[in-house]
């Protein structure tokens, strides 16, 4: 039989990427493939991109020009473009670097080996369209294959809100929600194959409404009361979610189901309504702050996290004032800020921009702030009970790396026996981005 062939993915972005990329390897499996951590020795190279900042899609070009030396030592070489970049710039990308055999857009991926097929018959292949049916469905070859112990599972796909800034709308589409039947068949099938922990992902994953088994439709929150039901699952959790899609059910969740790890990401943007207004993001920051009060609630020692931008089209100084503000009363356990990025064909790319130093100032400011308030959150910890599933081996010998209800990465000394299980471990210290714990 001859030798396999090598696929190598790398991969940009969200961890929707992250799990596509699996599923594509599977599929690519199918074809006769096995994946490689080398690009060198690759018959395929897939990058899987990202399009939501400027700096992010233009890494894909410099990346795709490194490439150039081994397609022209193997010129069986194919070279493949998915991803966001791939759906927003379809044949641009081809057109800009000829050595790009293959562009696949994100719900096309069920195509792919029909595509690479192409390719080997010396054509080149692109499908970038928004077809009708569910590529996942399609993609089901996974191979009984352990798993780490926590995985990722895409429920939701796509985006109907529209922020001024944002590209997903137009590379993933439309929301679409998995029925309910087939997100909890593909759990119980993790749970099998030694997954522990389970992260539903979506663009908007508390939009969620997905078809339920019996007819009608199933909300984030009962979906997540049904997989809480799967023997052996041991945690839940879900992103990203939008602030207007935090129903009630959802946050009662927070409260009484127990599988549910107390941490929610939910992206404000900014502070300022003025601005939020602009962004088109359909909410305040005061209405923000009271379903932050409503989870709090439900669960006190939720750790929140979120999203900024700053320097959005027209944000004056008291505007970011209002975003510190904002920060100062969420308290966030963890953050991700950014300089607003004009994105080609969203409605803010069309607006006058500010300078770029105004912008770098104030990510710094709020960075400083949000940085302070994780260092803060984490010494708190010390000293603290809590569970961490272990996912690896630490640096150190007899050292066990997992993570806490919290998503704190913590480093414990622990028999290797633990891997893909939850202890009971006592935090004693912390440093820049992780905790240090012992075994109770
Ligand atoms: N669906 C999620 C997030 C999608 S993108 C939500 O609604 O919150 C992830 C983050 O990237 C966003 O929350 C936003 O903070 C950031 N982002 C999106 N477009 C951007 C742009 N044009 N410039 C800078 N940051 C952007
Ligand atoms: Fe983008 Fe807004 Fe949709 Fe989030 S809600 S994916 S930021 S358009
Ligand atoms: Fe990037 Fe697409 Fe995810 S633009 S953030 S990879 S949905």
Redesign the pocket.
């Known amino acids: 039989m001859a030798d396999p062939k090598k696929l190598f993915i790398k991969t940009y972005g969200?961890q929707m990427n992250v799990y596509d990329s699996e599923r594509m390897s599977e599929a690519m499996g199918g074809a006769g493939y096995v994946t490689t951590d080398s690009p060198d020795d690759a018959d395929m190279i897939l990058l899987n991109t990202c399009h939501?900042?400027e700096k992010a899609a233009e890494k894909v070009y410099s990346e795709l020009g490194r490439f150039k030396g081994l397609k022209a030592d193997k010129p069986d070489l194919k070279i493949g473009v998915a991803g966001c970049v791939a759906q927003a710039e379809g044949e641009e990308i081809m057109r800009r670097q000829p050595l790009v055999d293959l562009v696949v857009g994100p719900q096309s991926y069920h195509r792919l080996p029909e595509m690479e097929a192409k390719t080997q018959q010396g054509e080149k292949a692109l499908d970038t369209d928004f077809p009708e049916e569910d590529k996942f469905e399609k993609l089901k070859s996974r191979p009984k294959a352990r798993r780490a112990p926590s995985a990722f599972l895409t429920v939701q796909e796509g985006?109907d809100?529209f922020?001024a800034?944002?590209?997903?709308p137009y590379t993933r589409g439309a929301e679409v929600s998995r029925p309910a039947e087939r997100v909890l068949a593909e759990a119980r099938d993790l749970v099998e194959r030694g997954v522990a922990e389970i992260t539903l992902l979506g663009?908007?994953v508390n939009a969620y409404h997905g078809d339920a088994p019996q007819g009608g439709d199933w909300g984030l929150a009962r979906l997540i009361r049904e997989l809480a039901e799967v023997d052996g699952l041991e945690r839940i959790r879900y992103t990203?979610?939008?602030p207007n899609d935090m129903e009630d059910d959802l946050i009662r969740a927070h409260g009484d189901c127990e599988k549910l790890m107390p941490y929610l990401h939910l992206?404000v943007?900014s502070g300022s309504d003025r601005i939020l207004k602009r962004m088109n993001r359909s909410h305040t920051a005061e209405s923000y702050l009271r379903v932050i009060d409503r989870i709090r609630e439900a669960r006190p020692d939720i750790l929140l996290s979120g999203?900024?931008?700053v320097g959005f089209p027209e944000e004056t100084d008291a505007d970011f004032e209002d975003t510190l503000k904002l920060v100062e009363q969420v308290r966030y356990g963890q953050c991700?800020?950014?300089?607003?990025?004009?994105?080609p064909g969203?409605p803010?790319a069309e607006r006058e921009q500010l300078p770029e130093d105004v912008k770098s100032e104030r990510l710094q400011r709020l960075q400083a702030l949000l940085n302070q308030q994780q260092a803060e959150i984490q010494a708190a910890m010390v000293g603290r009970e809590v569970g961490v599933l272990f996912e690896k081996k630490g640096r150190l010998p007899g050292q066990m790396v997992g993570k806490s209800d919290h998503l704190h990465a913590v480093y414990v000394q622990a028999p290797e026996s633990l891997l893909g299980q939850v202890a009971r471990v006592r935090i004693t210290g912390t440093s820049s981005n992780s905790l240090a714990g012992e075994l109770i």
């Open positions: 969200c939501i900042r985006c809100k922020c800034f944002c590209v997903v663009q908007n990203t979610s939008h992206p943007q999203d900024f931008i991700y800020s950014f300089k607003y990025s004009t994105r969203t803010a």
